[in-house]
């Protein structure tokens, strides 16, 4: 599973669900924003990228599409489905609560 | 989750096991969306295209590595596992050779009747009739009457309402000649537009067309049937053109139909000829009111039902004005045409509806009873493996994840059992399909094997599965751990009370009552041949004399009658001979009336039922019957005598209270018009159209006083010797009167052969499907007893080494068969006796349900074969050798 330099599963997971939150894109813009908006401290390789977003589309959480991007190329754009909103609230919650616990022990141990 | 996101994955994981070739594509486009969107990232750097397409395709590495990763999503857990699981179970299952060849065998077996069963409902009541677009076919008939007149259809099919509306009847006959002698055929009557309407599909030439055919043309067309073609002409291709003669006049074959026609009429009836209607064949087509023909009815393509039935009420009420009998115009029930609804229409097919239920209960029984043998096997397989089992619990298997794995197995069984048993089937129909029944119109029972069969037995592969595979699956893995790892599984003492036991208790119950199904039919057709019919069965030929419709006058076919039967006096045996319209228990046993009558001596009108029947001089010594009272008809009882009745034993019982009938005058309305007539005899009652059935009263009336004459005569003649000797010279002096009349000759015997059937039918079908079940509840009885016997080896050793004799351990595993024998036995007793309840319909009267000889005969049988299953591994413990058994541990 997880792989070196690579994030947890469930996080890519969150993560992804996270950016389609917004609107629907593509494999390499989820990647592209993902990496923005964490200052290039994530970096989202192809190889960890589709197939989360294959299992993904697999547990019905995200569906896809065929479209056009703003360039006129053909890309399968992703959003998120009804089950997937309410992962993304429920995981985020549980990423949260995780966090606070770990920033927790990390200031007080 | 939701349901919608349910049908989502599911559709998702169809697609990737189903259409992988485009989900791959897919995936090689989608990654190449990529790699381009990158590369015009570089481009738009300032890089130049082809080293951006370099720097792209190196950060993108190698795309056949992940390709396969995810590959792997698609396949997530089930159907991945479930190839993996099949694979698995199969190397462990071909390890087994006994297991898997009894497994597949019982359910194999009990797959074949259960498919054979259905294939028989399938043809008898599922499959539409042959005709183009059967779907949009309909039954049409009226609130108060089945059939419609010749006019009704007329106005109906006229008026447009529907793409079609045509009729057909059966009730009729023809005499075929074939050679030099007639034959009697059922021929399906038709009007014109009938093969217009239906679609029938033809072979060879066409159906006739509605202009060709119309009644009023008295037309001379035939189209026959597949099977009369090749029977009767000998498969000829030029037949088409040629002529038949059909009551003594040429009919021009202008069709012959494809093979295998399903006849619209149902019941696997295959009518050989189909003739228009005409007034030579029905002189009273056109009489006001006659009931000619029931009606099927073609919607138009931009129709539904609803607007069928009310364009069709809608013209029914308009050509109101025309119809003969406008009290019988409400034909507003119109139903999509089903076999099962035409028999329902056309008459009484609940028996057998309810008799091929019960069949489908009792092979889904025997069923049971296979799966439950294979479950035995599969617990006794698992209990060896709670080691394996035990350990994978251990190591974090997912109980349901093991218990889908010990399913498979059970798939695997279920599967292959499965196609052995339509294999099996496959023989099992072509022999239904080859019975011949007495019926008078051939019947074509087309049970093969096509969509709905295969749905079935692609549902019976599902519940054999889960029957002979869930419950031993999640008993091996409900073991708790510890014990399990630490015992070799050869333990000293087995529980009371295993599921495997249980199993055979159950097995036990359901084939015990089963059994007592068998017995109760075997005995019903042993006390069917036995009963009393009433008259002579042993001792008499019966020829059956059709004549020609209109070939003869009354006077004219009196005479040939007496000659015949002048005739058949003369021949060397017959002891007397006697003239008839209807013989018991045939096709033909009279008629059955209910009137008002008057009698002599009472006041009031009484309603009488009875069975009547017009018979000419000597019927009753010939038939073998008592005149109790009174005299028999003479030859002076003709139309010019005063009228005169013989009376049964059961009329003057039931309506005369016993007072002496003879002398007494009655008012026989109708027929013999209110005419006066005088009881003149009594005689003993016999039984009309059923063995079972409750005795009637029956009135006879002179042959030649009847005013309605028959179409149809039978010459019964009484010999002292074998009559199968007069059959021969019966036949050729009938015969020479003239070779357009179809003559029939039969034994007594023979000719009731029709009132058999249902016994017979019974007893022949019950009877061995209740042997196949107790076959296969012995199997497992003898496994559960082997198996119990073979896990108490070390016990047994122990007890021989202390000096238990070989009859000892003989007991101790004869103890055990008999406990779970007798339990069986005694819930399947108390089971039978709520259960069977509803067979009563199907038995003759005076045999019980509860028939306390056939409980005790099936109790005692059973018990016998079940000692006998388990004698053979009681005979193998008492034959271990002690020392080697408990050297070994």
């Known amino acids: 599973m997880g792989k070196p330099s690579d994030l947890i599963q469930g996080t890519l997971d969150l993560l992804i669900l996270k950016t389609l939150a917004a609107e629907p894109k593509h494999g390499w813009a989820i990647a592209k924003r993902i990496q923005q908006v964490s200052d290039e401290v994530l970096q989202i390789t192809q190889g960890s990228l589709y197939p989360a977003l294959h299992r993904l589309e697999q547990q019905a959480l995200i569906s896809a599409e065929w479209g056009q991007t703003e360039t006129g190329r053909d890309a399968k754009f992703y959003q998120l489905t009804k089950a997937g909103r309410a992962a993304l609230k429920s995981e985020t919650a549980q990423w949260e609560r995780l966090s606070a616990a770990v920033g927790l022990v990390l200031r007080n141990a | ?461 599902a519940i054999a599965c889960v029957l002979s595979a869930l419950a031993p699956a999640l008993q091996a893995t409900r073991l708790s751990l510890a014990p399990a790892l630490k015992d070799d599984g050869r333990g000293v003492l087995s529980p009371r009370l295993t599921l495997r036991r249980l199993l055979a208790i159950g097995q036990v119950a359901v084939s015990l009552t089963l059994l007592i199904t068998a017995t109760l039919f075997v005995r019903n057709l042993a006390r069917t041949q036995s009963l009393d019919a009433g008259f002579d069965t042993a001792h008499a030929a019966v020829a059956q004399i059709a004549f020609v419709q209109d070939r003869y006058s009354r006077v004219a076919r009196e005479a040939m009658i007496e000659t015949a039967l002048e005739r058949v006096r003369a021949i060397p045996g017959v002891t007397s001979a006697a003239a008839t319209t209807g013989v018991p228990l045939t096709i033909r046993g009279g008629r059955t009336s209910g009137i008002e009558i008057t009698l002599d001596g009472f006041k009031d009108e009484v309603h009488v039922e009875f069975s009547g029947t017009d018979v000419g001089p000597d019927y009753f010594a010939t038939m073998g019957m008592r005149t109790l009272r009174g005299r028999e008809f003479r030859r002076t009882d003709d139309a010019s005598a005063p009228r005169v009745v013989i009376a049964n034993e059961e009329f003057v019982r039931r309506y005369l209270s016993g007072r002496d009938p003879v002398g007494r005058i009655l008012n026989l309305p109708g027929d013999s018009s209110t005419e006066p007539t005088e009881i003149v005899g009594v005689v003993s009652n016999t039984k009309h159209r059923t063995l079972g059935e409750a005795t009637r009263a029956a009135i006879y009336v002179p042959l030649r006083q009847r005013k309605i004459d028959s179409r149809v005569v039978f010459i019964v003649a009484r010999t002292a010797h074998d009559p199968d000797a007069l059959l021969a010279p019966v036949r050729r002096v009938i015969a020479q009167l003239d070779p357009s009349t179809a003559v029939d000759v039969r034994t007594m015997r023979s000719a009731l052969a029709f009132a058999f059937l249902p016994s017979r039918v019974g007893a022949i079908v019950v009877g061995s499907l209740g042997v196949l079940g107790l076959v296969l509840a012995m199997i497992g009885l003898f496994g559960v007893i082997s198996f119990g016997a073979s896990r108490r080896v070390r016990e047994i050793a122990i007890r021989m080494s202390l000096g238990a004799t070989r009859r000892n351990v003989m007991g101790i595993v004869l103890r055990d068969a008999i406990v779970v024998a007798g339990t069986g036995m005694a819930l399947g007793m108390a089971a039978s006796v709520v259960v069977t309840r509803p067979l009563a319909a199907f038995l003759v009267d005076g045999l019980s349900v509860r028939d306390p000889l056939c409980y005790a005969m099936t109790a005692v049988s059973l018990a016998m074969v079940a000692l006998a299953a388990s004698w053979i591994p009681a005979w193998r413990a008492a034959r271990i050798d002690p020392m080697a058994v408990l050297r070994r541990d």
């Open chain 2, 1 to 461: 989750m939701t349901l919608s996101r349910w049908i989502q994955i599911a559709r998702l994981r169809t697609r990737s096991l189903f259409r992988r070739g485009a989900v791959e594509r897919e995936l090689a486009r989608e990654l190449q969306s990529h790699l381009d969107l990158q590369i015009d990232e570089y481009i738009a750097r300032g890089m130049k295209p082809e080293q951006a397409r370099q720097a792209a395709l190196r950060e993108f590495g190698g795309i056949a590595r992940f390709q396969d990763e995810v590959r792997d999503t698609w396949h997530t857990s089930l159907l991945g596992d479930l190839r993996r699981d099949l694979r698995y179970s199969w190397r462990g299952l071909r390890r087994r050779p006994l297991l898997l060849i009894v497994s597949v065998l019982s359910i194999g077996l009990g797959v074949a009747v259960n498919t054979t069963i259905f294939a028989l409902a399938n043809t008898l009541f599922l499959s539409p009739p042959s005709a183009r677009d059967a779907t949009r076919l309909v039954h049409i008939r009226s609130a108060r009457s089945s059939h419609a007149s010749y006019e009704q259809w007329r106005a109906l099919s006229a008026s447009g309402a529907l793409a079609g509306v045509a009729g057909y009847q059966i009730e009729s006959e023809v005499n075929w000649l074939r050679g030099d002698a007639a034959v009697t055929l059922v021929p399906m009557l038709v009007t014109a537009n009938f093969f217009d309407v239906l679609g029938v599909p033809i072979a060879l030439g066409r159906g006739f067309n509605a202009n060709e055919a119309r009644a009023e043309l008295d037309p001379r067309v035939v189209v026959i049937s597949d099977g009369f073609w090749r029977s009767a002409l000998g498969g000829d291709s030029t037949a088409v053109g040629k002529a038949i003669t059909l009551n003594a006049r040429p009919y021009t074959i202008v069709g012959v139909l494809a093979p295998h026609i399903r006849g619209i009429f149902g019941y696997g009836s295959a009518p050989e000829v189909y003739l228009p209607l005409s007034k030579t064949l029905l002189p009273y087509l056109t009489e006001p009111g006659a009931a000619v023909v029931q009606l099927v009815g073609r919607l138009r393509d931009d129709q539904t039902l609803a607007d069928g039935r009310a364009a069709f009420t809608a013209a029914a009420r308009r050509a109101e004005g025309t119809m003969v009998s406008p009290a019988d115009t409400g034909f507003a029930r119109i139903e999509l045409f089903s076999p099962a609804r035409g028999l329902s229409q056309s008459g009484a097919p609940g028996t057998v509806a309810a008799f091929l239920g019960l069949l489908l209960v009792i092979v889904g029984l025997i069923l049971c009873i296979a799966c439950a043998n294979v479950a035995g096997l599969l617990l006794a397989r698992n209990a060896e493996r709670r080691h394996e089992i035990a350990l994978r619990l251990a190591l974090g298997a997912g109980r349901a994840r093991l218990v889908r794995q010990l399913l498979t197995e059970g798939l695997w069984l279920a599967l292959l059992g499965t196609l052995g048993g339509v294999a099996l089937a496959v023989p099992l129909m072509g022999l239904m399909n080859r019975v011949s029944l007495p019926f008078p119109m051939p019947v074509e029972l087309d049970l093969k094997i096509d969509a709905a069969v295969v749905g079935y037995a692609s549902l019976l592969i």
